[in-house]
C-alpha cells in the first residue's frame, strides 16, 4: 500500500570501479573491504540521510524535506567522500595480507548522485520500498558520462531540482560545472558536477590549519549528547548561533562561492559592536578554526580551533576550544584580561546549548524510521592469507 507523496532529498553513494575490482580478486576479503567501506559510507552520511537500501556496491539513503541548506548538503556529501577515502587508506594501511583484493584497494573511489523529487514509500515483500518517477531518476543518473565528458572518477552530480531547493543562485560561480544526460522514459536530465578529487586534496592540504595543545593559551571543553555533525549544525549554523550564544543578536554571513566554508567571513552583533570572523579551516564535524577580531581597543587579531570528536559510540561529542596564544607580550596580557569574558561567553552558552541539542538528537530519534541493516565485515583482510 503507498503512502501520500512526500518531497524528499536523495542520495545515491556508488563505490565506482568495484565491479573491475572484483573480477580479479579473492572474494572472502573483497567482501569484507566493501563491508567495511559502506558502513563508513552510511556512517558519514547519518542524521542528515537515512539509509533506505543497500544496492550492492551503492548506498541509497533519503531525508523527507521540501528544504534545503545548500551548504549543509554539500558539507554532507564532501564530508562523506573524505571519510571514504579516509577508511580507504587506514583499510590499506591496516591490512597485512598481499593478496589482489588488499593489493587493488586503491583502484576503487566513490561517486554521488543527488536529486530532489517526490517519493512515496510502499510495503514489498515484508520490506518498505521508496518509489515514484524521481526514485527511478536519480538511479538512471548512476549511469552516466561524466568521466568520458569531464574527466572525473570521483564526483558528486546535483540535479538542477536539487540546486533549485538548495538556494544555489549561481552554481557555476560555485565551482560546480553544468552537465546534461538523456534517458529512455525520463529524457534530458540536466545538472551540476562537483570534482571530489579536488575536495579531498584540498581537505589534506588544510589539514595543519588547526591550534593545537601546545600553541593554545585558552582551553575549554564541553561533552554534548549527540553525534558532532548535529553539533557542528548547532556551532556553526547563524540561525541556530541566535538560539545559544550569549549577547548575540544577529549573525551576518559573507560566504566566498555561494556557501560556508573556508573564506566566509562572520559579523557576530552585539549591540553596537560586532566580533568579526574569518573562516581559516573548516572540516565539518571535526575542526573550524577561525581568526577574530574582538570589538575592543588595542585587542589584535585572534586564532581559536573548535574540535568536534565523537565519543567510541558516536552518541556523544566533546566539543574543545583552542585559543592560539599570541607571538607579543602585549597581546599574551590582553588576552589573560579576556578570559573571564571568555568563560562566561562559552561556559554560559553552551551550557543553553546542551538541551538544545538533546531536545534535537530526541526529536530526530522520533522522526526517524528504521534502517536496513549493514553488512559486518569479518575483518579476514586484515591478516595474511594462509
Not at 82 to 110: E, H, K, M, V, W
Not at 194 to 216: H, K, Y
Not at 298 to 307: C, P, Q
Request: charged share 25%; with cysteine; proline share 4%.
Amino acid at each position: 500500500m503507498l503512502d501520500q507523496p512526500r518531497p524528499a532529498c536523495l542520495v545515491i553513494a556508488d563505490i565506482s570501479g568495484y565491479t573491475s575490482y572484483l573480477a580479479g580478486v579473492e572474494l572472502d576479503h573483497a567482501q569484507d573491504i566493501l563491508a567495511d567501506l559502506t558502513d563508513a559510507v552510511v556512517r558519514a552520511l547519518r542524521p542528515t540521510f537515512r539509509l533506505a537500501k543497500l544496492e550492492g556496491d551503492a548506498a541509497f539513503a533519503y531525508v523527507v524535506t521540501d528544504v534545503v541548506d545548500g551548504s549543509a548538503l554539500q558539507d554532507t556529501i564532501e564530508h562523506c567522500y573524505i571519510a571514504f577515502r579516509r577508511r580507504l587508506r587506514d583499510i590499506g594501511q591496516a591490512s597485512q595480507c598481499d593478496c589482489n583484493a588488499c593489493t587493488y584497494i586503491p583502484r576503487l573511489d566513490l561517486k554521488f548522485v543527488v536529486h530532489h523529487g517526490l517519493i512515496a514509500r510502499q510495503r514489498m515483500a515484508g520490506r518498505e520500498e521508496l518509489v515514484g518517477r524521481d526514485v527511478i531518476v536519480v538511479h538512471r543518473l548512476l549511469k552516466n558520462n561524466v568521466q568520458a565528458t569531464l574527466g572525473f572518477g570521483a564526483y558528486a552530480l546535483y540535479t538542477d531540482e536539487c540546486v533549485r531547493i538548495m538556494g544555489l543562485a549561481d552554481p557555476a560561480g560555485a565551482g560546480l560545472i553544468e552537465h546534461r544526460e538523456t534517458y529512455e522514459f525520463v529524457g534530458e536530465v540536466s545538472g551540476w558536477v562537483r570534482d571530489l578529487e579536488a575536495v579531498w586534496r584540498d581537505a589534506e592540504a588544510s589539514s595543519a590549519l588547526v591550534v593545537g595543545v601546545a600553541q593554545a593559551a585558552w582551553t575549554t571543553s564541553f561533552t554534548f549528547d549527540g553525534p558532532p555533525a548535529i553539533v557542528w549544525e548547532w556551532i556553526t549554523s547563524p540561525a541556530r548561533r541566535l538560539q545559544w550564544q550569549i549577547g548575540v543578536e544577529a549573525v551576518n554571513e559573507d560566504v566566498t562561492a555561494g556557501r560556508r566554508g573556508v573564506g566566509t567571513t562572520n559579523h557576530c552583533v552585539h549591540g553596537r559592536d560586532a566580533i568579526v570572523e574569518e573562516v581559516l579551516a573548516w572540516h565539518p564535524g571535526e575542526v573550524l578554526t577561525t581568526r577574530f577580531q574582538m570589538p575592543m581597543p588595542g585587542v589584535s587579531k585572534l586564532t581559536r580551533s573548535e574540535l568536534f570528536e565523537a565519543t567510541s559510540d558516536g552518541a556523544k561529542t566533546l566539543f574543545t576550544v583552542r585559543v592560539q596564544r599570541p607571538s607579543s607580550a602585549k597581546d599574551r596580557a590582553k588576552l589573560e584580561e579576556m578570559a573571564p569574558i571568555l568563560r562566561h561567553a562559552y561556559g554560559d552558552g553552551l551550557a543553553m546549548l546542551a538541551p538544545m541539542i538533546e531536545a534535537d538528537v530526541a526529536a530526530r530519534s522520533a522522526r526517524a524510521v528504521p534502517e536496513p541493516e549493514l553488512r559486518v565485515s569479518a575483518r579476514r583482510n586484515l591478516t595474511p592469507r594462509a
